[in-house]
């Protein structure tokens, strides 16, 4: 018979790996609460260059062009607080690859990009998706919550 204290210890010893991999994948089911600033920094440089003409540098839908559509160019900095407070990222994604699930879907007046980004350079990135998820992480940055 073993003695009981070779029990104990295997126990302890196997308890303490556990509880470290309940805490990552705790703290991974957490994780995307909030923008990642790498792909943020990246992303301000491709909002910079074709969006800021409609929905403006302050991303309230007061960009020079604004005027000019048919479709009013949304506050794109409440996303998060029309969501319930929650960023709604993976819809954002959609919305800027291919303009769905968008009324003026992938006009003149909300352009789709995933196209547009594997024609065109200074994207900042090694793929039109790349380059999409880091403008969405910088729209996200942007989040205000109400009355800010
Ligand atoms: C030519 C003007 C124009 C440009 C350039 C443009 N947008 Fe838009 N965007 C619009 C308009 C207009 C809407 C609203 C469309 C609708 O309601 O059907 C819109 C809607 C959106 C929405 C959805 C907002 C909401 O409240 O649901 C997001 C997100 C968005 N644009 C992101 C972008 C990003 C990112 C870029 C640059 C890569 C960009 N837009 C470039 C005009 C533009």
Request: aromatic share 6%; charged share 20%; with cysteine.
């Amino acid at each position: 018979m073993k003695h009981p204290g070779v029990v104990t210890s295997l126990l302890a010893r196997a308890a303490l790996p556990a509880a470290l991999l309940l805490a990552v994948a705790m703290a991974w089911a957490q994780s995307p609460a909030q923008p990642d600033k790498a792909a943020a920094e990246k992303g301000a440089i491709v909002y910079v260059r074709y969006c800021v003409s409609c929905h403006g540098k302050s991303a309230r839908g007061d960009g020079p062009l604004a005027a000019d559509l048919r479709v009013a160019v949304p506050d794109i900095t409440t996303l998060a607080a029309r969501n319930g407070g929650r960023f709604p990222q993976p819809r954002v994604e959609r919305i800027v690859g291919s303009g769905e699930p968008l009324r003026g879907h992938g006009t003149s007046d909300m352009p789709a990009w995933g196209d547009a980004f594997k024609r065109t350079a200074g994207i900042e990135a090694a793929t039109p998706e790349e380059a999409i998820r880091n403008v969405t992480h910088y729209i996200w940055s942007l989040q205000r919550t109400a009355g800010k």
